[in-house]
């Protein structure tokens, strides 16, 4: 089936196929996504550095590794892009902004290692918003990235150039980071599968922080059958990680098969309605029929919190935030603009260092965070939190899944919403609300809407229930079968 | 709620050193952001705060070990300014 398809093309579980088959080799894998980058790179600029040359050597590595019988994996000899806020020792990691321009970590993120001893080959970094704060990865200092599905629309964000590269086959998965929705909005807006897990199971050890109790990383891949095989091989306890989960995990392919007969499915009430596009309300729907045709029980679910998440998130995450980014001084690294004092250096350096994106969110969490509005903003969030906690528990003991649209929009063009934060915040109305209470949720694409726009479904499961959310996933992928791919008129860059 | 900034202090907070032009601007925009943030005052009920993360466990701690640490020539590399393996930058003390 996959023959007369191009390399590029391939699923991860294809590409490994034909590697262990001795019908290609990883160097051939790494030559077919690099000429892929190289023929629409110059469209979409889903990389911010492609390192061709530590690239080939771990291709090399891969392929003789085989060849003396070791196989360590699914990722073995699999081309993947890295989401550049995620340290790479040796290879220039900015997260988007000018103040790390230049910046070459000196270790690599635990997600890396993982990734590296997996056998896998780390293509490059992609494009983001500064610091994963955006939902269109135009509030990159380094020009934003373009749909493949339309290049006059936004990738979504923030990991809009780990979404663009998979999408259109210049990595065979890729790595993203999710603190609002960052992976899983931008899968849904490319049409491909993007995955939160649950929080404290991917360590975060090396990924440069945003909000700290909603960040985690997770993969983007073509297939759910990819998206397990990576999760398998970054998740686990990590001592360098504080938050990290040290218990048992859940084991995902197992149900990949089982489908959902005898499943309870809760859709959620309140992601629908007013700012949802039709054709992603009747995809949703079309999907929940024959959810319900291959037998599972369909119920009606109400979260009310639901409402007021998003307020509560622009609190919560601006205020870690402001914390997390004072690490940014013009002093042990980065940026420095020259001032006569320590804090004049430090408010000029990051004055022109931050975008104003990042300068509003930091100004926003430190006003949040300031004395006598703490209580009424900050404090009463963390409140709503705990609501939504206690709504997603209660909602899940009558269902083993939730879902819902991932996005109300399918991509929207380039420049519509750059100006007015607030829109640009309600993109993330579906998917924030699992980063406040910490549970996993993956995207999977349903179709595409009568301008050829992907729309994504997401299927929700309380913590540590990836099993469940996999094979739901698995059937709403199989039940879909989306097969298409963006077609891109390649121009050489 | 009508919420009260005083953004050149919150500017000073941040380590932002921003023109007044600038400060104007993003004073409206927080206004607009924090009208719809204020709507968590709508919440009902005391539910109870309890630490964010959805698992339970123990704090962790690692073993009181010595071991290898980032190697500090490499960590220096990244620094605008360094002499002898330290840091350079201007006082923060006795500056107003």
């Known amino acids: ?493 | 709620m009508p919420v009260e900034i005083d953004i050149a202090h919150v500017a000073r907070l941040a380590r932002l050193d921003l023109t007044a032009e600038e400060l104007e601007g993003y004073k409206a925009q927080l206004g607009a952001i924090l009208d719809h943030a204020a709507k968590v005052q709508s919440l009902e009920g005391e539910p109870a705060v309890e630490a964010s993360h959805p698992l339970r466990f123990e704090n962790a701690f690692r073993p009181d070990e010595t071991r290898p640490s980032l190697d500090r020539d490499e960590v220096l590399a990244q620094a605008p300014e360094t002499v002898d393996g330290f840091f350079v930058a201007p006082p923060a003390l006795g500056t107003e």
């Not at chain 1, 959810?291 to 679910?301: K, N, Y």
């Not at chain 1, 022109?352 to 930091?362: A, K, L, S, Y």
Request: aromatic residues 6%; negative net charge; contains cysteine.
């Open chain 1, 1 to 493: 089936m996959s023959e007369d398809r191009a390399l590029h093309d391939l699923t991860i579980v294809e590409a490994g196929a034909r590697l262990r088959a001795g019908d290609t080799t990883a160097v051939e894998l790494l030559e077919a996504v690099l000429d892929r980058a190289h023929r629409t790179e110059a469209q979409l600029h889903a990389f911010l550095t492609l390192d061709r040359d530590g690239a080939m050597e771990a291709a090399e590595a891969a392929d003789d590794a085989l060849a003396a019988g070791e196989d360590r994996g699914p990722l073995h000899g699999i081309p993947m892009a890295l989401k550049d806020n995620l340290c790479t020792r040796g290879v220039e990691t900015t997260a988007a902004s000018q103040i790390l321009a230049g910046y070459i970590p000196p270790y690599d993120a635990t997600v890396v290692t993982r990734l590296r001893a997996a056998g896998s080959v780390i293509v490059g970094k992609t494009n983001l918003d500064e610091f994963a704060m955006g939902s269109s990865t135009e509030n990159s200092a380094y020009g934003p990235s373009f749909n493949p599905w339309d290049i006059s629309r936004v990738p979504g964000g923030s990991s809009g150039g780990s979404a663009a590269a998979v999408a259109v086959g210049s990595a065979f998965g890729a790595l993203g980071s999710d603190t609002g929705g960052s992976i899983r909005q931008p899968a849904s807006l490319t049409g491909i599968v993007g995955l939160k897990p649950t929080y404290g199971t991917v360590s975060r050890y090396g990924l440069i922080a945003f909000a700290s109790s909603l960040d985690q990383i997770g993969p983007l891949s073509k297939s759910v059958t990819d998206a397990a095989s990576i999760l398998e091989t970054i998740w686990g306890h990590d001592p360098l990680d504080a938050t990290s989960y040290s218990g048992e995990y859940p084991e995902l392919s197992a149900d990949l098969e089982k489908g959902v007969e005898g499943l309870r499915i809760g859709v959620v009430g309140e992601f629908a309605g007013e700012g949802y596009e039709p054709a992603v309300e009747s995809a949703i729907a079309r999907m929940l029929d024959r959810l319900s045709e291959a037998g599972a029980a369909i119920v009606e679910v109400s979260l009310p919190t639901v409402d007021i998440a998003l307020s509560a998130y622009y609190l919560v995450a601006p205020a870690e935030a402001s914390a997390n980014l004072a690490r940014f001084d013009g002093i042990r690294y980065g940026l420095r603009v020259d001032g006569a004092t320590a804090e004049e250096l430090m408010a000029k350096t990051r004055a022109q260092g931050f975008g104003p994106e990042v300068t509003r969110r930091v100004l926003l969490g430190t006003y949040a965070l300031s004395a006598g509005y703490y209580d009424a903003f900050y404090g009463q969030a963390q409140r709503v939190r705990a609501a939504l906690r206690d709504e997603f528990g209660a909602a899940y003991e009558q269902v083993d899944v939730l879902v819902s649209p991932t996005s109300p929009t399918v991509a929207f063009r380039a420049g519509d919403k750059v100006d007015d934060p607030l829109s640009m915040y309600l993109t993330d109305i579906c998917t924030n609300p699992l980063n406040l209470v910490g549970h996993p949720g993956i995207s999977v694409p349903v179709g595409l809407d009568d301008q050829g726009l992907p729309i994504g479904f997401q299927v929700m499961a309380p913590a540590l229930g990836e099993r469940v959310m996999f094979r739901v996933a698995a059937e709403v992928e199989r039940l879909a079968t989306f097969n298409s791919r963006p077609v891109l008129e390649e121009v050489a860059g």
